[in-house]
């Protein structure tokens, strides 16, 4: 007879996330049942329902999870501390590179939309005001270091940039022969010439 150990509760939920980030980003969503999650973790699905109420809950913590590591990551960014535009074309340096987080995010995002949960919107909405925020942040320094023109609408340029994150994002994922994603460089240059009044 098999005995399973019991594991502590941030575990276990560490694990079910885990399991249902690689299931959304083998699979697709429709991968994401409690019964493929308890086959993945090693549990039965009355263990899964012990640690989340159902798979809203789940998608609930991939959001947390997605945000807080994309959140981590920007804090991290390598790049000079000075100069906020450096910083972005680091975080978009990091985008162009496949990853199963970007992939997973694409498609949290579209299952929200879809599901049309009003608690799950305003979560995602909250993650994504907070990273449009971090990305003004970044820009404001650029316009105090004189790298961002003055009459840019920093707003407007932080929503350009996180469109462009997303669609390197769903082209990663979804792979694109016609508009390979690859060199980020190019992708920088236009963004960059745009904020800055450089030419491209």
């Known amino acids: 007879m098999v005995t399973r150990v019991r594991r502590p509760t941030s575990i276990r939920k560490r694990e079910i996330i885990d399991a249902a980030r690689l299931a959304v ?6 991968a994401l ?3 493929n999650l308890a086959r993945a973790v090693g549990v039965s699905e009355g263990a899964i329902y012990r640690h989340f109420r159902g798979k809203k809950q789940i998608l609930a913590g991939l959001i947390e999870d997605i945000d807080l590591r994309l959140t981590r990551h920007i804090d991290l ?9 450096k910083r972005l074309e680091q975080v978009l ?3 162009v590179a496949p990853s199963t987080l970007t992939g997973v995010s694409v498609m949290v995002i579209a299952q929200v939309l879809m599901n049309g949960d009003d608690e799950l919107r305003q979560l995602m909405q909250a993650s994504i005001d907070k990273h449009l925020a971090m990305i003004e ?9 004189g790298e961002v023109s003055q009459k840019v609408d920093l707003k407007a340029a932080a929503l350009q940039f996180y469109g462009l994150i997303q669609a390197v994002n769903t082209l990663n994922h979804f792979g694109s022969e016609e508009y390979p994603v690859g060199d980020s460089r190019k992708l920088w240059q ?4 745009g904020v800055s009044g450089a030419p491209v």
């Open 33 to 35: 049942t409690i019964g």
């Open 190 to 193: 236009i963004f960059n010439g």
């Open 25 to 30: 980003t083998e699979r697709g969503m429709q």
């Open 93 to 95: 340096r990091h985008n």
């Open 77 to 85: 960014i390598d790049g000079d501390p000075n100069s906020g535009l």
């Open 137 to 145: 942040a970044q820009l404001t320094v650029g316009v105090q270091k």
